[in-house]
């Protein structure tokens, strides 16, 4: 019986972000160990949900000592990063030998020792197993990857769904890639293709242009046998490190020469596409004019901040959108959500049906989007912020935004949580007693995630700009670590 590693150890780190990423961050939602694992996992469209199906039909044998998601946020500490990576890399030792291994990663850690973080865990890895076993890691879309990652892994393969809705259907790729190289049938090796650019491929957008055409044609190339796997990432711009921006990394079996030549090839294109882009933000009157728009019974008008993503390491508290909203009077709006531990206890403290006064968001960063607002209303809703997600991206699993209040303002429904998060399902709404399709508008905090879930409720989607840390800013200022010359700090 083959003995499999199999561990999740994910994290998007915006080093703009004044919110470090401790032990403690990391504990607090989506962490398990162990037994846990298949408790919280078996049977859902996940990552994991996957490995575990393939074990029982390859006969695996699994050992997996830890599942680590916590929120994208701020560098991870030295002693984070240490502690999570220990106990992974202890479990080669204490339940070795490992015939293979199958990791699930971001692709886009940063701590404080280490810009590529990923490169490091995977480096450390190989050195513990040995050059003869299979490494396979997913990634995100998202990830910033290192030609430091792509030696030290056998194959990268990273989602190709922006919203990402296909983290089950690629680790099943990756859990047949490592059978097929544990039967000693395949050798597979990773080439990487990168070019001096910060950002590219649409942000990593799926639905059209640069990105659409370049996953379908690696996965023509995957289907004619010429490549095992052709992984295209859009990279993560908020973070100031050396290896920032796009790649197409290309695992094949034996000879490398030809997948280099692809992955050449592929990121000559994503060079060429680089201003192409779907993005449209808007300011904030304006968004605050089409919600006045809204008639009973209209479907509900969906405004995302893009620039206060809790998804991206935004801090998810900014306040400009919904304190013009308030100033405007705009009524009938579900609020998604202020991210402020502080207001839901004293709202548990004024209790169900209580009309109090808050002090609410804008306090992590007054800068970033809008300070705090002292609003008086009602505690509508109390919850623990657990509940399971059933939607596109959901996957059947539980998710806890821990404490979590609807705290209603004049016509306004906003909805206040402890543990930071964007909106990707509608359970998000509907478990705190807010049924988002009966509202004219509908806010929430995300770039593209979003989308999933809620542009089928929507009469209409749009994107605000509230300033907030994930506004897109490139300057040599911000950006002191990257590599130079690169496009767009430097004319190419
Ligand atoms: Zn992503």
Same mark, same amino acid.
């Given at each position: 019986?083959?003995?499999?590693?199999?561990?999740?150890?994910?994290?998007?780190?915006?080093?703009?972000?004044?919110?470090?990423?401790?032990?403690?961050?990391?504990?607090?939602?989506?962490?398990?160990?162990?037994?846990?694992?298949?408790?919280?996992?078996?049977?859902?469209?996940?990552?994991?949900?996957?490995?575990?199906?393939?074990?029982?039909?390859?006969?695996?044998?699994?050992?997996?000592?830890?599942?680590?998601?916590?929120?994208?946020?701020?560098?991870?500490?030295?002693?984070?990063?240490?502690?999570?990576?220990?106990?992974?890399?202890?479990?080669?030792?204490?339940?070795?030998?490992?015939?293979?291994? =199958?990791?699930?990663?971001?692709?886009?850690?940063?701590?404080?020792?280490?810009?590529?973080?990923?490169?490091?865990?995977?480096?450390?890895?190989?050195?513990?197993?040995?050059?003869?076993?299979?490494?396979?890691?997913?990634?995100?879309?998202?990830?910033?990857?290192?030609?430091?990652?792509?030696?030290?892994?056998?194959? =990268?393969?990273?989602?190709?769904?922006?919203?990402?809705?296909?983290?089950?259907?690629?680790?099943?790729?990756?859990?047949?890639?490592?059978?097929?190289?544990?039967?000693?049938?395949?050798?597979?090796?990773?080439?990487?293709?990168?070019?001096?650019?910060?950002?590219?491929?649409?942000?990593?957008?799926?639905?059209?242009?640069?990105?659409?055409?370049?996953?379908?044609?690696?996965?023509?190339?995957?289907?004619?046998?010429?490549?095992?796997?052709?992984?295209?990432?859009?990279?993560?711009?908020?973070?100031?490190?050396?290896?920032?921006?796009?790649?197409?990394?290309?695992?094949?079996?034996?000879?490398?020469?030809?997948?280099?030549?692809?992955?050449?090839?592929?990121?000559?294109?994503?060079?060429?596409?680089?201003?192409?882009?779907?993005?449209?933000?808007?300011?904030?009157?304006?968004?605050?004019?089409?919600?006045?728009?809204?008639?009973?019974?209209?479907?509900?008008?969906?405004?995302?901040?893009?620039?206060?993503?809790?998804?991206?390491?935004?801090?998810?508290?900014?306040?400009?959108?919904?304190?013009?909203?308030?100033?405007?009077?705009?009524?009938?709006?579900?609020?998604?959500?202020?991210?402020?531990?502080?207001?839901?206890?004293?709202?548990?403290?004024?209790?169900?049906?209580?009309?109090?006064? =808050?002090?609410?968001?804008?306090?992590?960063?007054?800068?970033?989007?809008?300070?705090?607002?002292? =609003?008086?209303?009602?505690?509508?809703?109390?919850?623990?912020?657990?509940?399971?997600?059933?939607?596109?991206?959901?996957?059947?699993?539980?998710?806890?935004?821990?404490?979590?209040?609807?705290?209603?303002?004049?016509?306004?429904?906003?909805?206040?949580?402890?543990?930071?998060?964007?909106?990707?399902?509608?359970?998000?709404?509907?478990?705190?007693?807010?049924?988002?399709?009966?509202?004219?508008?509908?806010?929430?905090?995300?770039?593209?995630?979003?989308?999933?879930?809620?542009?089928?409720?929507?009469?209409?989607?749009?994107?605000?700009?509230?300033?907030?840390?994930?506004?897109?800013?490139?300057?040599?200022?911000?950006?002191?670590?990257?590599?130079?010359?690169?496009?767009?700090?430097?004319?190419?």
């Amino acid at each position: 019986m083959k003995r499999v590693l199999t561990a999740r150890f994910m994290h998007e780190t915006n080093t703009f972000s004044r919110v470090p990423t401790d032990t403690a961050m990391i504990r607090r939602r989506d962490y398990h160990l162990e037994n846990e694992i298949p408790e919280a996992f078996r049977g859902t469209r996940s990552a994991f949900g996957a490995t575990f199906e393939a074990a029982d039909k390859f006969g695996w044998a699994l050992v997996h000592p830890v599942s680590a998601n916590p929120n994208p946020s701020g560098i991870v500490t030295d002693t984070a990063f240490e502690t999570i990576a220990g106990v992974i890399l202890g479990a080669v030792d204490t339940k070795g030998p490992i015939d293979g291994v =199958l990791l699930h990663l971001h692709g886009a850690m940063v701590s404080e020792s280490h810009e590529d973080a990923e490169g490091e865990f995977l480096a450390r890895l190989r050195s513990r197993v040995g050059p003869e076993v299979t490494i396979v890691v997913t990634l995100d879309l998202h990830a910033n990857v290192t030609q430091y990652m792509a030696d030290n892994a056998n194959a =990268l393969i990273a989602y190709r769904t922006y919203p990402h809705i296909d983290q089950y259907e690629r680790a099943w790729q990756g859990a047949e890639l490592l059978e097929r190289a544990m039967q000693g049938e395949i050798r597979p090796r990773t080439v990487i293709a990168r070019r001096p650019m910060m950002y590219g491929l649409d942000h990593g957008r799926t639905q059209r242009g640069p990105m659409a055409e370049l996953i379908a044609r690696g996965e023509a190339l995957e289907n004619s046998g010429e490549v095992l796997a052709v992984s295209i990432c859009a990279g993560f711009s908020r973070a100031n490190i050396h290896d920032v921006g796009p790649s197409v990394t290309v695992t094949v079996d034996g000879d490398t020469a030809r997948g280099q030549g692809i992955a050449e090839e592929f990121m000559d294109y994503a060079w060429q596409t680089r201003d192409f882009t779907t993005v449209k933000l808007l300011p904030v009157a304006e968004v605050v004019a089409l919600a006045r728009e809204g008639k009973p019974g209209d479907k509900p008008l969906v405004v995302a901040d893009y620039t206060d993503n809790p998804g991206g390491g935004g801090y998810g508290d900014a306040t400009a959108f919904l304190k013009s909203l308030i100033d405007a009077g705009i009524d009938n709006v579900a609020f998604h959500a202020i991210c402020d531990p502080e207001a839901v206890q004293d709202g548990m403290r004024a209790g169900v049906r209580s009309k109090t006064s =808050l002090t609410l968001g804008g306090k992590t960063d007054p800068a970033m989007g809008g300070g705090p607002l002292s =609003l008086t209303g009602e505690v509508v809703c109390l919850t623990n912020g657990r509940f399971i997600a059933y939607g596109p991206m959901g996957g059947g699993i539980e998710r806890d935004y821990g404490p979590s209040m609807v705290f209603r303002v004049g016509g306004i429904d906003i909805v206040v949580i402890t543990n930071n998060g964007q909106a990707v399902d509608l359970g998000q709404l509907t478990s705190l007693g807010i049924d988002p399709t009966r509202y004219r508008t509908v806010a929430v905090k995300s770039m593209q995630h979003f989308r999933a879930a809620f542009e089928p409720i929507a009469r209409e989607v749009v994107l605000v700009d509230t300033s907030a840390l994930c506004s897109e800013i490139y300057t040599p200022e911000l950006f002191t670590k990257v590599r130079r010359p690169v496009w767009p700090l430097d004319p190419i």
